[in-house]
């Protein structure tokens, strides 16, 4: 008795393990940085990207300008660099999803600017952006066969016959 309820309880663990499993299969979809194919004879780039968008520039004086823009700089500003959710992170939270939105603590607040015009004369502006969001756009790739793959992005899902296709990993 012992050992079939052993049995029975290790049997219902494998059952149970697969099942969850299969629940979390992303059905042969991988999240990629970008892929690029080659159908018909065009040559199609689809890329997954993040952007971080600011508000309306408010002209501020030069003192404000100086005693504000330490670290929040936007002339100096690397968005690509700025540390923010990972596509991976992304993907996880939207569970195979292709756009998210979200605000950044770490960028929340105003960013400043320095613009110099040379028309008419040389002058110096100075502005202040309010930070709004950063949003993703992900790019899903299924391999169907050789000359045949799906891309899932915000438009939708597309299945295209192609002559080739490269992709680079997120």
Known sequence: MYKRGSIAIILLSIIMQTLFLGACSNSGWKLVRSVTINTSGTEKTFSSNKSNHFGALIEVTEDEYSKNRSGRDIDNRD?????????????????????????ETLLKGYWYHRYVATFGGFNIFYYKEPYIETSYSLVYIKIINDTTIKIKTGKGETTYTVTSYTFKQV
Do not use: A, P
């Open 79 to 103: 968005d690509q660099n700025i540390k923010t959710l990972s596509f991976s992170e992304v993907s996880r939270i939207t569970k195979g999803g292709t756009s998210y939105s979200y605000k």
